[in-house]
């Protein structure tokens, strides 16, 4: 049966990585015979120039109509002047919460090979291979109300609103459970239950289906420890579930545990299977037309699109496989370089 794989590259060095990932998409398509197809569409800042819009409706549909989409990554400079509603950026927050994309996956591995890039001590990381689950289209980032307002005394007030109800609590719990029981079957659940009610409300939804899943072993932290564990002691954790904000900040702390952003892939998915796949990492304007982004992240990206939304894991393997093997042949573009190891471009 085919499938149709949307293609979204976005902004700087967006393009250039998903090149490199559409290449390897198509070797898998040959080599396993997948029926794979691909459908190029804008996103970002590339639809605002052609569109006036960051992700147009028609846009939108089509990825909806699509089997997995491939984003790259949006914003630059180029539109930081733009106002608020129009930014690069309403294109990633219209596609998550027009899809459903409430689940956001981004494991944390560390490559034995890149165990030297780092930031802490080999026996501190080595190993490592954690999973963040951030709920993606609630919570403080679109809880209403929200804005800044003039008081009664003149001085201005801002303010957002931290909102989760039972069933987004519920299912992105789901999501964490069932990923727990397919690997070390350890869950951390992450709030702030001392001072805030949202997730003291959080944290009775996860006890309350624990014992749904008897093979997890479900515990619990506040957000404040969480981070300081994770730079402590990371290997402690299997998966991680935990609101859109607290998930935000998290993962991005993870995420330099292994070295570099450039090797981080991510899903966002939503209650069919459907999913979004895209590097953690932004455009990055400061390297971007150079050809040396580390394209990895996004590779990753599209493995991890052929396992979770596309039930081809065989050739999932495949990709993760050549990626290691990459690393074991000491090929590193630069922002994962080190002494020794042949530098190479995005494309070689
Ligand atoms: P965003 O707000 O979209 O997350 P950002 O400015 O926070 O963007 P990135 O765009 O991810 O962050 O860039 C952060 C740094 O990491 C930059 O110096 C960038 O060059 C570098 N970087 C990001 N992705 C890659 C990559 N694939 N290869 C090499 N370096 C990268
Ligand atoms: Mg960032």
Redesign the pocket.
């Known amino acids: 049966m085919s499938k149709k794989i949307m293609i979204l590259p976005g902004d700087?060095?967006g393009p250039e990585?998903v090149e490199q990932a559409v290449a390897v998409l198509e070797t898998v398509d040959k080599k396993f015979d997948l029926g794979l197809s691909f459908e190029q569409g804008l996103i970002g800042g590339a639809a605002i120039d052609a569109h006036g819009e960051p992700l147009t409706d028609a846009q939108l549909e089509a990825a909806g109509k699509c089997d997995a989409v491939l984003l790259g990554?949006?914003?630059g400079p180029k539109w930081d002047q733009l106002e608020r509603h129009i930014r690069p950026?309403k294109g990633l927050l219209k596609i998550r919460s027009g899809l459903g994309l409430y689940a956001n996956l981004r494991p944390a591995i560390l490559y034995p090979q890149l165990a030297e890039a780092s930031s802490l001590k080999p026996e501190v990381v080595s190993g490592l291979d954690i999973l963040i689950v951030r709920e993606l289209t609630g919570g403080i980032y679109f809880g209403e109300p929200r804005g800044i307002r003039t008081l009664e005394n003149g001085e201005k007030q801002g303010f957002n609103t931290y909102v989760y109800s039972e069933s987004e609590i519920e299912r992105i719990a789901r999501t964490a459970f069932e990923a727990a029981r397919k690997r070390k079957g350890k869950l951390c659940s992450v709030d702030k239950a001392n001072v805030l009610e949202v997730t003291v409300l959080w944290r009775e939804v996860l006890d309350r289906l624990a014992p749904e899943y008897p093979d997890v072993e479900l515990s619990h932290m506040y957000v404040d420890n969480a981070a300081m564990q994770l730079v402590r002691a990371p290997k402690q954790f299997d998966v991680v579930v935990t609101g859109n904000m607290f998930g935000d900040i998290l993962s991005?702390a993870a995420a330099m545990l292994t070295g570099?952003?450039?090797m981080l892939p991510s899903a966002s998915l939503n209650e069919t299977g459907f999913g979004l796949y895209e590097?953690?990492?932004?455009?990055?304007?400061?390297?971007a037309g150079q050809g040396?982004?580390?394209?990895?992240?996004?590779i990753l990206s599209a493995a991890m699109m052929l396992r979770y939304s596309l039930n081809l894991g065989e050739a999932a393997d495949a990709i993760e496989a050549a990626v290691s093997k990459v690393l074991d042949q000491g090929l590193r573009?630069?922002?994962?370089y080190t002494e020794g190891c042949k530098k190479v471009s995005?494309a070689e």
């Open positions: 700087g060095i990585i990554a949006v914003g950026e991005d570099s952003i450039g590097p953690c990492h932004g455009s990055a304007p400061d390297i040396i982004a580390n394209p990895l992240a996004t573009t630069a922002d994962i995005t």
